[in-house]
Each structure stands twice: as C-alpha cells, then as structure tokens.
C-alpha cells in the first residue's frame, strides 16, 4: 500500500470510483483483505456508536455483566451479515448497490439504491451534528463566548461547515484517499479511545459494578436489537470497499473475517465504553461538557477531539457510499455536482436537527434501518443459496415479493411505529416492548427467496455470477 500514490493533481476519481464499473483487472485490485479491518475498525470509533452506548444507559440498563454479554453478541451478529457483504464484493468487483441491481433487476435494484442514498444522507447527518458540535465546542473554548442567530450558536453552525469541508477532502480522490484515511484513524482514533477508558475504569468503574440495575427480558431484547441495527446497518456500504480485493485463494473469506472484526471489535469497545461513561457521569442522553470536563479535566480538548475525529472517520464512508447509491441510481450529474447537492442535504438537516440531536437520532436509528434486514435477508439468499447470475431484466419479482412480504409480516413487530408515530400497532403488545421486526424480516425474506426463486416459480437458475461459488 505505501508504494502507491494519489494522483493529487487530478479533480476526478478513477474510472472505477467514478463510474461503478466492475473491477476486473488485477491491477486495479490493489488492496489486500487486512486494510478492510482498519477501514472498520475506524470507521466504527465513532460518536454513533458512543451516543447509541448513552441512549442504552440511560433507558436500557442491565447489570454489568449482563452488558458486556448482550452487546458482544449482538456486535458478533451484526458483524456477521457485513462481513457476508463484504465477501460478494471479491466475487462481483461491484459496488453493494450496483450488485442489488443483480438480483432484484435494473428498477427493483433502483429503488433499494434511493433508499440507501437516503440511508447515508441520514448517517452524515447524525454524524455530521456529533462531529460539528464538538468541534464548535473547541472553537468557543467550551462555549463561552458564542453568541447565537434563530436559536443556533453561530460559531456551531461555522464547525458544521469546517466538518463537511474536512469529510469532503477524505474522499476527494476515491477510494485510495478513503484508504489511508482510514488507516491513520484507526490508530489515532484507537489510542485516544484506549486513553479515554484508562480514565473511566479509574475514575468511575466502581459506579457502574455498584449500580443497582436488574436484569429484564425487556432491556436485554431492546439493548440486542438496539446494537444489532446499528453495525448491520453497514451492510449495503460493504462491497463499496472490498471489490479492490483480488477473488482469488481465501481473499473472499479474509475479507468477510477481516470486516466482521474490524467492525464488531470497534463498535462493541465503544459501546461498552459509552454505557460506562454514562452511568457515572449522568449524561442523561447527550455528550455535554459532562464529558469532555469530567472525564478529560485539563485535556478536555482530547475528548472533543476523539468525537470530531470519529465523525470524520464515519462520514468518510457515508459520503463515498452516498455518491455509489446516487451512480446506481443513475444519476448522470458530475461527481462534484452530486457531492455538491448532498452537501446542501445534509448541513441543512444537521442545522435543522441541532438543538433537538437526541430524539432525531433515537428514530432514525430504528426507522430508516427497517428495509435493511429484508434486503440483507435476500441478498444472502440470492447470492449464496440460490447462486443465481445477474439479471438483465428491469424487476426480477421473485426477490421483490420476498422483500415486501418480510418486511409486511414484521410490521406488528415494529416498536418505533407506535413510539413515534403514534399507531396501534397489532399484536405489539406481545412482545412487551422489545422491537423484533428486524429478525422477523430477515429471516422470513431470506427463506422466502429460496421457495420462490428454486420451487414456486420452478425456474432453471445457472450457478452464480462469478467462479468460487
């Protein structure tokens, strides 16, 4: 990786970052399967992660032990369907988008590539808020002399533009720039994390091992699927990364393992670590200057930094997937035009969503990731049961009806709708509270596929669209 260099006096991505083609040349497959633990073990050091830790303390805490399990299993899981994800991308040399288009056809695979283009506009939002905030919080000098314009600090609303102007350069020149980011945030990131729990379990360990929290069948379900959607979430972002990886020997295999590790190791450790942070710090549902005070005392500028960072690290991903979906799509605009539009999207919408971040986040996190799980649930099915060749068709319905009767079937099972939207949702009641649609959806969506695609409609399916499988 080092002896490669960034054409740093080209505008442009390279033709494959650009146009979405298929990766076929062993030269343009430069990237070796370690480099995807690095991409997420960054990527997943992140105020996502940490907020998500806080949301869990505060209505979902279990005893301690009883955390550390739950939330590793539920990494372990989520880990698993992107790391599955990211084994296709050796195969195809696609982007996820490009390779849903595959299996659901040319419009079907369209209209799952807007709903990811929404998915990443959402992840830069919430990421762009965390990030902007603490460096505004750095900027003010932990706000003292901000003033504000309609309710927004102004020098808050500056950060967000500072923020997205540092996520934009992290991608300027495709995937090879994504590459090394990433590389120097795992390290980075990893010891000012590893600093960060030095402080904790020498500060405040003993508040949380004493906490007087029983156990619930309740909190352990939400805290799972809580954990759960949000590493799976990752899941159409994976082969974006890993079709760099020449398909040959057990770089597919590496590339699942390395992208189940990276990911899960990180966003477990952060999970934990934020769970514990607010159990003795109080934070009530947000990072305030509780944290970054409390926890850091003169080296306060550490912690604001770490979330900065983390969100840098984070959006990296999000804004070069978003501009994968928006090409899957079929969105013909120039690279800077579409970076240009999305830019407009998601600072509008971090400025909108400021002063109200934590209830934003809490429903984004669990509506926007419903049409996921399906869709995972028949990408997994398509591609390593049924092992069907790409189609060339505009809708393939098989998968299609797959899909909607999975994520129909769900629906009584979906918390967030009655949480938020305010429906009576049937049989809801059931599961006392814990939100199970994402298991329900997948499961139902991936067993559905194989009877429609190998019994139902009895078609003569060819093996899949590349050799090994």
Request: hydrophobic share 50%; net charge neutral; glycine share 10%.
């Amino acid at each position: 990786m080092g002896h490669q260099k960034i054409m740093l006096d080209s505008g442009k991505l390279s033709t494959t970052d650009e146009t979405l083609d298929i990766v076929t040349t062993d030269e343009k497959r430069s990237s070796k399967p370690s480099f995807l633990f690095f991409l997420w073990f960054a990527s997943n050091l992140s105020v996502g992660d940490f907020f998500l830790g806080v949301f869990i303390q505060q209505d979902y805490a279990l005893p301690f032990i009883d955390m550390i399990l739950t939330l590793l299993f539920a990494n372990i899981a989520g880990g698993i369907l992107v790391g599955v994800m990211s084994y296709i991308g050796p195969v195809s040399g696609k982007g996820q988008m490009e390779v849903s288009k595959d299996f659901f056809g040319n419009s079907g695979g369209k209209a799952f590539s807007l709903l990811q283009f929404v998915n990443t506009i959402g992840w830069l939002t919430v990421n762009l808020i965390i990030s902007a905030g603490a460096l505004g919080y750095i900027l003010s000098g932990q706000d003292s002399f901000g003033f504000s314009i309609f309710g927004y600090n102004v020098i808050y609303l500056v950060a967000i533009f500072i923020t997205f102007g540092c996520i934009y350069l992290t991608i300027r020149f495709g995937h090879k720039s994504i590459r090394r980011f990433e590389w120097i945030m795992s390290i980075f990131l990893g010891f000012l994390f590893i600093y960060m729990a030095i402080r904790i379990f020498t500060s405040g360990i003993h508040a949380v091992f004493t906490a007087n929290t029983t156990w619930s069948i309740i909190h352990f379900g939400a805290v799972f699927m809580l954990s759960f959607s949000y590493i799976m979430s990752w899941g159409p972002y994976a082969s974006d990364y890993s079709r760099y990886i020449k398909n040959s020997g057990n770089n597919r295999i590496y590339s699942a393992i390395f992208t189940l590790l990276g990911s899960a190791i990180a966003s477990f450790l952060v999970e934990l670590l934020s769970y514990m942070a607010a159990a003795y710090l109080n934070l009530n549902g947000s990072v305030t200057s509780g944290l970054y005070l409390e926890m850091f005392g003169y080296f306060w500028v550490i912690g604001a930094m770490t979330f900065f960072l983390g969100g840098l690290a984070a959006n990296s991903l999000n804004l070069y997937s978003n501009l994968m979906s928006a090409r899957a799509i079929g969105i013909a605009f120039g690279k800077n035009f579409i970076i240009a539009a999305i830019s407009i999207i998601a600072i509008i919408l971090s400025i909108i969503f400021f002063n109200t971040f934590s209830s934003y986040f809490e429903g984004f996190l669990l509506v926007l990731d419903y049409w996921i799980t399906p869709w995972l649930g028949v990408m997994i099915a398509e591609f390593f049961i049924v092992k069907k060749k790409a189609s060339f068709s505009k809708i393939n319905w098989s998968p299609i009806l797959s899909y909607i009767i999975g994520i129909a079937a769900s629906y009584p099972f979906m918390d967030t709708i009655t949480s938020y939207f305010g429906a009576n949702v049937p049989f809801y009641s059931a599961t006392g509270g814990v939100d199970i649609s994402y298991a329900v959806s997948f499961m139902l969506s991936l067993i559905l596929t194989v009877v429609f695609e190998k019994f139902v409609f009895g078609r003569n399916l060819p093996s899949s669209m590349a050799a090994g499988n």
